[in-house]
């Protein structure tokens, strides 16, 4: 059974910084796609940043320029740099590991932005 493991998530003023971090039980497959979603009360998950094993990258039009996603297959890890956080940022974060025909998720980490 893979699992992925989330650290990093806390509470944090606007205009902070966090780095969320997210280890796979297993070595990483080089044709899997890592990411990261969140999702806020209320509120649909959504996806807020993808990475490909060439590095291609995508991002949530929001966060552009504020975060960035990395991946290390070597230490089975994704790792999210969230940089200028902002109140509507707050919402608890996935990690995610996506092969062709099954996706797994981690337990989520509550990322809070407040004064």
């Known amino acids: 059974q893979v699992q992925l493991v989330e650290s990093g998530g806390g509470l944090v003023q606007p205009g902070g910084s966090l780095t969320l971090s997210c280890v796979v039980s297993?070595?990483?497959?080089?044709?899997?796609?890592m990411g990261w979603y969140r999702q806020a009360p209320g509120k649909e998950r959504e996806s807020v940043a993808l990475?490909?094993?060439?590095?291609?990258?995508v991002y949530l039009e929001s966060v552009k320029g504020r975060f960035t996603i990395s991946r290390d297959n070597a230490k089975n890890t994704v790792t999210l740099q969230m940089n200028d956080l902002k109140p509507e940022d707050t919402a608890v974060y996935y990690c995610?590991?996506?092969?062709?025909?099954?996706?797994?998720w981690g337990q989520g980490t509550q990322v809070t932005v407040s004064s």
């Open positions: 990475v490909s094993n060439g590095g291609q990258t």
């Open positions: 995610s590991y996506d092969l062709i025909n099954k996706a797994y």
């Open positions: 297993e070595n990483i497959e080089s044709y899997s796609v």
